[in-house]
Every structure is written in C-alpha cells, then in structure tokens.
C-alpha cells in the first residue's frame, strides 16, 4: 500500500448501492492487509442534520471505516464545488499518506469529476452575478435557461431546465470569459490522479420502483419531521439545501402548499429525473467500469478491479 495507490471512486445513480458497495472494497482491501477510507462525493450529505432525505449512512452503520466530508456545512451554507475540490483533494492527500486508500463514493457528477478531473475553475464577477441573480428572481429560471441554450447549448443541456444556481453561475462564466461554461467542464484525458473508477449500472425499470419506494420509506422514516427541525436552524434561508430534492417538497407540505401526497409524488418525479441526468453525466467517461447493481457477486467484481482489494 503506497501513496501512489490509485484512488478508488464508485459513482452511478441515486438508489443503486454505492454506500454499501464503498464499505464493501474497504472491508476488502482490511483484508488484504490494508486500509481505506471514504471520502463523500455528494452534495448533499455534506450538510449537517440532511439525512433522511439524502441517505446518509448513520455512525453505526459505517461498519467502523472513517467517513468524510459528512456533516461539514450548515444548512444556511452555500455549497460550493471548488471549495469541496479543495478539502476533498487535501483529505485524499492525507488518507495517502496514513498509508490507506482513499474511496471516494457518491452521485453528485459535478462534485467527483472536480475532484477526480483537472477541473479548473473560471472568475468570479459579484456584479455580474448579482445582475443575472436580480434577472432570476424577476424573470424565473425559464427565460435564463433559455438564454443559456441560445449561448451554450451544450452547458445548457447538462445542467438542464430547474437547476437556477448552476444556470446564474453558467451565466456568469460565458460574459466574464466570452467562453461557453461547457469548455471549463472536465475533460477524459486530463485527470488530477489515477483513478479506478467503478459505476453501478441498474435498467431503468428495475431503478424506478426502487426509486419510489425510497421516497415512501423517507416520508415514513420522518422526513418532514427532519425538516421541521433544519427550518428552525434556517432551511429557508440556504440557498443550496433548502432546494435539494425532497426537502423543497417537505417544506412546501409543512406550509400547508402541498398535501403528503402531493409532496411525495412530486419528490418522486424529480428523484426520477435526477437519476437519468446522473445516468447521463457518468457515461461520458470510457474509462468507467461499469457493474451491474444487482449481481450477487459485485462486491467480489468490484474488488477484482481494485489492486489493494485483490
């Protein structure tokens, strides 16, 4: 086990077993006389008290491997895709150095290819942000997500019609560079590491039910109780979390603008999309390997790709 170790990374969409998967490499690699640690890649799990609704693995189920970038921002924090590229690459740095193996799981596209990817990030402009931010709330997110097609189909596409922070930024990018967003997306042949890059293929018919079934199991496990409590610690005033799929929803049934069952229809829709985006997004690299989900024996395939794990 060397610094030099390729990184591990698991991707795939929402639902298909990435976290159990993750613990499984690790106890693997333990018992190959190794040791790895879990470095989170999705967005949302970074947030503090967000964990029924994002699928957080609780402490005791972690199985005793160290965990991070859980539970690192307040829910009024604006997450932020170079800052988690900077502590995510300083944490794989130091997992290298203790001698372990650092795995990095998770489905936010965005945040792993930052990290994994010599993803580099264009100026920032207030002004000019704050011009397109002023155009949002006026407007609505429709007639910049046009405007964004018009200029950069390509960025336009990729982040799609409803994400409004990720469409400003795109905004920003193209009249501070007179570049298209898309061109500062990572590319295949320039990576910041070696990496082993494993993704978790599921047929959309047997991912949906799953899916939906996932939301249900959220509502019953307490999901609007769970935000009841982050609005009291200022949901509503973060501009990342308080739109994170789910959370929006339970806090639209707490005001009493959606019934339960409205608000669970409707997580499910957007959970739907989410995974085709997701889907989407991690099929671009060739280098992937892709497994299916459902294999009785993933973990054994998983770890025939992993050195350590072997």
Known sequence: ??????????????????????????????????????VNGD????????????????LVERRGIPHHLLDVLDVTEEASVAAFQEQARALI?????????????????LYVDAVVRDFRFPARDPAVRARYEARLEAEGVAGLHA?????????????????????????EVVAITGEPFGAGLPEEERAWTEAVTIGLALERE????????????MWAAGMVD?????????LERGVTASRAIGYAQAIEQLHGRMSEAEAVAATQA?????????????????STHWLPAEAPDIAMRASALVPAAR
């Open 270 to 286: 957007l959970t739907r999309r989410y995974a085709r985006r997701q889907v989407s997004w991690f099929r671009r690299s060739a």
């Open 206 to 217: 047997r991912l949906v039910p799953r899916l939906d079934a996932r939301v249900e199991r």
């Open 43 to 58: 967005a949302m799990q970074c947030y503090r008290g967000m964990d029924i609704g994002t699928a957080k693995l609780p």
């Open 226 to 234: 769970e935000v009841a409590g982050l609005l009291r610690l200022g």
């Open 147 to 171: 405007e964004l097609l018009a200029v950069d189909p390509e960025a336009a596409t990729a982040i799609g019609p409803h994400n409004a922070r990720r469409i400003v930024r795109a905004l």
């Open 93 to 109: 740095g130091g997992i290298r150095a203790r001698g372990a193996v650092p795995i990095l799981v998770g489905g936010s596209g």
């Open 1 to 38: 086990m060397t610094a030099a170790h390729p990184l591990v990374v698991v991707v795939g969409a929402t639902g298909t077993g990435k976290s159990d998967l993750s613990l499984d490499l690790a106890e693997a690699i333990a018992g190959n006389g190794g040791a790895a640690e879990i």
